[in-house]
């Protein structure tokens, strides 16, 4: 019998999964939903899904098996509580949402209503990732400092931090989570930011630029920095590790340098990694099984925490301890 899946947000990012979807069998979109009602006629006629602008109606009618939530982080609402309580299977896009408080409202719903979850952290399927973990199982280590550097997105609500939570929170959210995934839980925060630089656009309020300290729990201290001000320049995404006997330069979805004994080798991704994590998520939708997914709602649920806490710390100027988040 083929999966049947909705959509909440047909947007930038709704576009890779709806392709991801097509190239299996057995998956059908059945509806779709978009604020913008010319967006979301145009995204489902491939699939001749039913159109809806309101979500509430479009989870009330409809039945599916599991439904993708590509909205804007301030846009979570109760979109993945009614979905959790109708028993249907969630993939949320990161960032889960822009508070605590809704961020633990819908794990709640998802575990209590034990709903399949994946969150969109595509850096976790990178074989290149996998290397790097299996490189690091005997290596502790010393040393690292992640980056996300670049432009602003031009998407209109990502200037405005109530909106998208800023940089930290909205994109360098993956380098956060790959930080996590490779070296375990983080215990405490301290960072700083600054604003102001981007006097070519109008009406934001994100900072330009952070430097974020995380202490993990195995005592591992790494600095991410965070910059979205960059327009001319090259930019930078990705993690530096350094362990006693070997270094490993991560750059963001293409490639690891591992470096050892004056040896370098560069090693670039191979496998089509977006389509591996939809893959796994539709397998475990049909298994009604999510402990084989790298990446479900409950985990990135600690992955906001931290995000959330270096917002807080810029905010406070103090050290924040997760256990507070
Ligand atoms: N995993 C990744 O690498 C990746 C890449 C890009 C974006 N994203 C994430 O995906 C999310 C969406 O980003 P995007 O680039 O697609 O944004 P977008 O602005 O292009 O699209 C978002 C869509 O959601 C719709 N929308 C907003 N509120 C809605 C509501 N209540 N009901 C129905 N539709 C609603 C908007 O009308 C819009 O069409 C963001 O959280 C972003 O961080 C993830």
Request: with cysteine; net charge negative.
């Amino acid at each position: 019998m083929a999966v049947k899946v909705g959509f909440i947000g047909t947007g930038g990012i709704s576009r890779p999964h709806r392709k991801h979807l097509k190239n299996m069998d057995d998956v059908e979109v059945v509806a779709m939903c978009d604020l913008e009602k010319d967006r979301v006629a145009e995204a489902a006629e491939e699939w001749n899904a039913v159109v809806y602008t309101d979500y509430k109606t479009m989870l009330e009618n409809e039945e599916m098996d599991a439904l993708y939530v590509c909205i804007p982080p301030f846009a979570h609402e109760d979109q993945e509580i009614m979905a959790a309580e109708k028993g249907i299977a969630l993939f949320v896009e990161k960032p889960v949402s822009v508070t605590m408080e809704k961020a633990r409202e819908v794990d709640a719903a998802i575990r209590k209503n034990n709903v399949v979850s994946c969150v969109g952290f595509q850096g976790r399927y990178l074989d290149i990732i996998a290397q790097t973990k299996d490189l690091l199982k005997d290596r502790p280590v010393g040393l690292a400092m992640g980056y996300w550097m670049g432009g602003m997105p031009q998407v209109p609500w990502w200037r405005r931090k109530e909106m998208s939570g800023g940089q930290a929170i909205e994109q360098t959210i993956h380098v956060t989570d790959t930080a996590r995934y490779l070296f375990g839980d983080v215990k405490s925060v301290y960072a700083a930011g600054r604003t102001g630089l981007m006097t070519d656009v109008p009406d934001y309020n994100i900072e330009d630029s952070s430097a974020a300290t995380l202490v993990f729990e195995n005592g591992l201290a790494t600095t991410i920095f965070s910059a979205c001000f960059l327009s001319g320049g090259r930019g930078r995404g990705g993690i530096d590790i350094f362990t006693k006997d070997m270094n490993i330069e991560y750059r963001e979805r293409r490639s690891i340098t591992i470096i050892q004994n004056g040896n370098s080798e560069l090693v670039e991704v191979q496998n089509d990694f977006w389509q591996d994590m939809d893959n796994d998520f539709i397998d475990a939708v049909r298994k009604g099984d999510d402990s084989s997914l790298k990446t479900t709602y409950a985990d990135a649920v600690k992955t906001q925490e931290v995000v959330m806490a270096v917002n807080r710390s810029i905010e406070t100027g103090e050290v924040v301890q997760i256990s507070d988040m």
